[in-house]
C-alpha cells in the first residue's frame, strides 16, 4: 500500500537527532509492549510480514503522531483482534468477556528466550528458478499493490543491475495477507544514486542496494 | 478509552488510536493476555532482560575486533556472514540472514530500513530511536552525506556512498575501517573502540572515541 510508512525519499522530516547514552527502552511499558508482541506471536497466529502489515494500517496522521511503541500496541491489538485471541470489549474494559475460555499453555520464559534465540529464517530450501542473473539489468516494477509490499515507491519503474541472489525467501506481499509463502528468489540490486534521485544526487558514484524478490522485477 | 482521532472519515480505524497514557494501556493489556492465559508474565520478564542486558552493539563489536584482528575470520564474514556471527554465539530473531559490508578509503556504507525499522538485533541489540524516526527513514537514501554530516562525518566526494535499504530479510552489519594507531591492540581492547553508529554506518571508529558506547 502507498503508506506514509514508505518514506524513503520524502522531504520535511527533519533534522536526525541522536540522544546519547540512550536506554534499550525509555519507559517500562515499552518493554512490556515489545515482550507481548515477541510472546503472543508464539500462538503463530500471525506471521513477521502481517506483523508488520498492522503497524502499516495506522492511519497516517496517527502512524506520524505515534511514538515506535505506540505502533507496536497499535499493531498487536488489531493482529489479536482479527485473530480472535481477544475482543475490542474485552480490551476497553481490561477483563476477560464472561465465559470466555482461557487459553493454555502461554509461552514459558524458556520457550520464549529460546523462540527469541533460535529466530525464524525466511529463506527456504526449495529449487525455484531464478528469473534473473547476476550482473542483468533490472526495472522495478510501477506497480502500487493495495496490501502489503516491501517495493518502496521510490525505486519502482527505477532500473538497476542485479549485485547477488540471495537465494529464496518467502514473498511478504503473498504471505501478509495469508495467501502463502509464495517463495522465490530475492536479489540485491544495485540502483544509481542519480537513476533514483536525478542529477541532485551528490555522488555520481553513489548508490542505493534493494533487496528484491522477483516479482518486483521485470528486465530492463 | 476512546479515539482522540480528529480524522472522523477514518472511524473504521478508530480503535488502533492509542491514549494519550500508554503506560496504563499496555499495563491493562498485560493484565488482560495474563488473564485470558495467552502470555506469562515470567516470559515478558525474560524477553525484557534478553535485550536490555543480553543482546546489544557490544555483540556486533566483538566480531568486528575479531574480523580486524583475524583476516581468515574477516574472509569468512564477508562471505558467509551467518557462520561466521554463529561461531561468536550469536543469532537469533532479526538476525537469521546476515550480510556483511566493508568499508574501506573509497567506500562507505551506510543501512536505513525505510519501510520500517529492520536492524540486525543478534549484533546490535534493538534500534535507538533515532534509527527508527522520520528524519533518517525519509532522508538517509535521498541525502545520505547530509544525514552523515548531522553525525559529524564529512566524507570526500571521490568517497563512493552505498546505503543498504533493509527491505527485505537481510539484515546488515557495517565492518568499520581499522583506525591508525590501533596495531598491537588485542580484540578486547578493539572491541572497546567500536560503537554501535560505526556499525550502523554513520560514524567511523577513532581511537579518541574510546568509551563512548553510543
Known sequence: MNGVHDMGGMHGMGPVVEEKNEPVFHHEWEGRIFAMNLAMGGWRKWNLDAHRHSRELIPPAEYLRMSYYEKWVAGLVELMVQSELTTHAEIESGVPAAGSTKAVPALTADQAVARVTKGAPSRRDLDVAARFQVGQRVCARNIHPLGHTRLPRYARGKSGTIDRDHGVFVFPDANAHFLGEKPQHVYSVCFAARELWGAQAAGEKDSVYLDMWDDYLEPA | ?214
Not at chain 2, 15 to 25: I, K, N, T, Y
Not at chain 2, 29 to 35: D, F, M
Not at chain 2, 51 to 75: C, F, L, M, T
Not at chain 2, 129 to 140: D, I, N
Request: proline fraction near 6%; charged fraction near 25%; hydrophobic fraction near 40%.
Open chain 2, 1 to 214: 478509552m476512546t479515539s482522540n482521532l480528529n480524522q472522523p472519515h477514518q472511524h473504521e480505524h478508530d480503535h488502533q488510536a492509542v491514549p494519550s497514557d500508554p503506560a496504563l494501556r499496555v499495563k491493562a493489556l498485560e493484565s488482560l493476555l495474563v488473564e485470558k492465559g495467552l502470555v506469562d508474565r515470567a516470559a515478558l520478564d525474560a524477553l525484557v532482560d534478553v535485550y536490555e542486558h543480553k543482546i546489544g552493539p557490544r555483540n556486533g563489536a566483538r566480531v568486528v575486533a575479531r574480523a580486524w584482528s583475524d583476516p581468515a575470520y574477516k574472509q569468512r564474514l564477508l562471505s558467509d556472514a551467518d557462520a561466521a556471527i554463529a561461531e561468536m554465539g550469536y543469532g537469533g530473531m532479526q538476525g537469521e540472514h546476515m550480510l556483511v559490508v566493508e568499508n574501506s578509503a573509497k567506500v562507505h556504507n551506510l543501512v536505513v530500513c525505510t519501510l520500517c525499522s529492520c536492524y540486525p538485533w543478534p549484533v546490535l541489540g534493538l534500534p535507538p530511536v533515532w534509527y527508527k524516526s522520520a528524519p533518517y527513514r525519509s532522508r538517509a537514501v535521498i541525502d545520505p552525506r547530509g544525514v552523515l554530516r548531522e553525525f559529524g562525518l564529512e566524507l570526500s566526494e571521490d568517497v563512493e556512498v552505498r546505503v543498504w535499504d533493509s527491505t527485505a530479510e537481510l539484515r546488515y552489519l557495517v565492518l568499520p575501517e581499522k583506525p591508525a594507531g590501533t596495531d598491537g591492540m588485542n580484540e578486547e581492547a578493539l572491541a572497546a573502540l567500536v560503537t554501535r553508529d560505526a556499525m550502523v554506518g554513520v560514524a567511523k571508529v577513532s581511537v579518541s572515541k574510546s568509551g563512548s558506547a553510543a
